[in-house]
T-cell receptor, first 118, second 110 residues
Framework: GAVVSQHPSRVICKSGTSVKIECRSL??????MFWYRQFPKQSLMLMAT?????????EQGVEKDKFLINHASLTLSTLTVTSAHPEDSSFYIC??????????????FGPGTRLTVT | LAKTTQPISMDSYEGQEVNITCSHN???????ITWYQQFPSQGPRFIIQ???TKVTNEVASLFIPADRKSSTLSLPRVSLSDTAVYYC???????????FGAGTRLFVKA
């Protein structure tokens, strides 16, 4: 149990276009979802935290108008990279905390989405 | 959030036990210690979580001394497939943010 999926797994887009990445908790309800980006050979960097039905909280330095996050339901969060540029090329990973996991710090991670902007 | 410090990299051989230590001097009373494993181009995978003393599951053990300022992940009899990056995270169940440190890159040789 506790599976998180991401779609697409890979995407190539042209500079200036927008790309939407979906994150779904398949067999549990997620009160909180997180979005990370990871550059090659580097650690995960938290971009934003989203709670169902409310606005996402962005980390310092992350442009909220460029990285639009929507957490419309307890099983779905989306990240839209608007007006993508080559420097946005990265590995984007989402994770979710399970509703009811009050005493656990465990997060369930998706498989990641490789975004390449040409 | 407590900052964590781990060795950047470690090498080992198949069949050996590997111990990766993480320092978290500023750990708070409510904080848990969680370890994740990440393979290239994949999302991190939960390994083990603990609060104090020793925790063991089917893949690893976690040793936490009484002062909780450090923790050690122990991987028994590693194989080539254990080559990955291992992250130590510290945080409370009430804290929603997860800040990843640099992690430890483990390379298992034949």
């Amino acid at each position: 149990g506790a599976v998180v999926s991401q779609h697409p797994s890979r995407v190539i887009c042209k500079s200036g276009t927008s790309v939407k990445i979906e994150c779904r908790s398949l067999d549990f309800q997620a009160t909180t979802m997180f979005w990370y980006r990871q550059f090659p050979k580097q650690s995960l960097m938290l971009m934003a935290t989203s709670n169902e039905g409310s606005k996402a909280t962005y980390e310092q330095g992350v442009e909220k108008d460029k990285f639009l996050i929507n957490h419309a339901s307890l099983t779905l969060s989306t990240l839209t990279v608007t007006s993508a540029h080559p420097e946005d090329s990265s590995f984007y990973i989402c994770s979710a905390r399970r509703q009811g996991d009050q005493y656990s710090y465990e997060q369930y991670f998706g498989p990641g989405t490789r975004l390449t902007v040409t | 959030l407590a900052k964590t410090t781990q060795p950047i990299s470690m090498d080992s051989y198949e069949g050996q036990e590997v111990n990766i230590t993480c320092s978290h001097n500023n750990i708070a009373t409510n904080d848990y210690i969680t370890w994740y494993q990440q393979f290239p181009s994949q999302g991190p995978r939960f390994i083990i979580q603990g609060y104090k003393t020793k925790v063991t599951n089917e893949v690893a053990s976690l040793f936490i001394p009484a002062d909780r300022k450090s923790s050690t992940l122990s991987l028994p009899r590693v194989s080539l497939s254990d080559t990955a990056v291992y992250y130590c995270l510290v945080g409370s169940s009430g804290g929603f943010k997860t800040i990843f440190g640099a992690g430890t890159r483990l390379f298992v040789k034949a």
